[in-house]
């Protein structure tokens, strides 16, 4: 639990380092925990560090996680992986934001929902910039007319964009993945869609997430440098 709390230290001073290089001020970029396949002990580790909201991929774990710490004041959770619209019911009962949206039958579902839940959700759209069949995502010359159609839901708020940049060890082709979803996001900002929001851009992982706050990122999703690798 000690090295959870070191971790964490080490990774919001590279946070800091990194906006300062960027001159950016601090507090411009906010952590994401990145807690999926680890236990509740480790959040409960990074809560006791400062940490409230947490980033998970998968629905029943993060479900699950949810009930469990139910009586930790504070908690939030972020889905941030891909969700089928059988699973919108979950999401909308817990999650405190969305940050993979990239269909419009989920956004119907995911507003069908929440309005039978009497809740609203911050949503991100996923933007894939590196191009990659593996990956999930609109091409960023699909997004401007999907943020037109997301008017219709009013129970998603829509906050901005996510991206997963391309895993590479070259920093130009890295960049070019931030690069993209940022003309995206002025092209949005651009439109000026009423009941949107595009402030907010969620790039980088514990691999790259200096050089994504470089290119404007408001949230790093951070897990293996904080919790360590993972099993």
Same mark, same amino acid.
């Given at each position: 639990?000690?090295?959870?709390?070191?971790?964490?230290?080490?990774?919001?001073?590279?946070?800091?380092?990194?906006?300062?290089?960027?001159?950016?001020?601090?507090?411009?970029?906010?952590?994401?925990?990145? !807690? &999926?396949?680890?236990?509740?002990? #480790?959040?409960?580790? @990074?809560? =006791?560090?400062?940490?409230?909201? /947490?980033?998970?991929? %998968?629905?029943?774990?993060?479900?699950?996680?949810?009930?469990?710490?139910?009586?930790?004041?504070?908690?939030?959770?972020?889905?941030?992986?891909?969700?089928?619209?059988?699973?919108?019911?979950?999401?909308?009962?817990?999650?405190?934001?969305?940050?993979?949206?990239?269909?419009?039958?989920?956004?119907?579902?995911?507003?069908?929902?929440?309005?039978?839940?009497?809740?609203?959700?911050?949503?991100?759209?996923?933007?894939?910039?590196?191009?990659?069949? !593996? &990956?999930?995502?609109?091409?960023? #010359?699909?997004?401007? @007319?999907? =943020?037109?159609?997301?008017?219709? /839901?009013?129970?998603? %708020?829509?906050?901005?964009?996510?991206?997963?940049?391309?895993?590479?060890?070259?920093?130009?082709?890295?960049?070019?993945?931030?690069?993209?979803?940022?003309?995206?996001?002025?092209?949005?900002?651009?439109?000026?869609?009423?009941?949107?929001?595009?402030?907010?851009?969620?790039?980088?992982?514990?691999?790259?997430?200096?050089?994504?706050?470089?290119?404007?990122?408001?949230?790093?999703?951070?897990?293996?440098?904080?919790?360590?690798?993972?099993?």
């Amino acid at each position: 639990m000690q090295q959870i709390a070191a971790n964490l230290a080490a990774v919001r001073a590279r946070i800091d380092d990194a906006c300062l290089a960027a001159e950016r001020p601090p507090d411009a970029v906010r952590l994401l925990p990145v !807690s &999926k396949t680890r236990p509740a002990a #480790d959040v409960l580790a @990074a809560h =006791a560090a400062g940490c409230t909201r /947490f980033g998970e991929n %998968r629905v029943q774990e993060a479900a699950g996680k949810a009930s469990e710490l139910a009586g930790v004041p504070g908690l939030e959770w972020v889905m941030i992986g891909h969700l089928q619209s059988n699973k919108a019911r979950l999401v909308a009962g817990f999650a405190s934001e969305f940050q993979a949206l990239d269909s419009l039958p989920l956004a119907a579902e995911l507003d069908r929902r929440l309005h039978a839940a009497g809740r609203q959700l911050d949503v991100l759209v996923q933007v894939n910039s590196s191009g990659e069949d !593996s &990956k999930f995502g609109l091409r960023p #010359d699909a997004v401007p @007319a999907f =943020a037109r159609a997301l008017v219709a /839901f009013d129970a998603l %708020r829509v906050r901005g964009l996510m991206t997963i940049a391309l895993p590479s060890p070259d920093p130009a082709l890295v960049s070019a993945c931030f690069e993209r979803v940022v003309t995206v996001q002025q092209q949005l900002r651009d439109a000026g869609t009423p009941g949107q929001s595009w402030d907010e851009l969620s790039m980088g992982m514990s691999g790259d997430f200096e050089a994504a706050i470089a290119h404007g990122a408001t949230v790093v999703r951070i897990g293996t440098a904080i919790f360590g690798a993972r099993g």
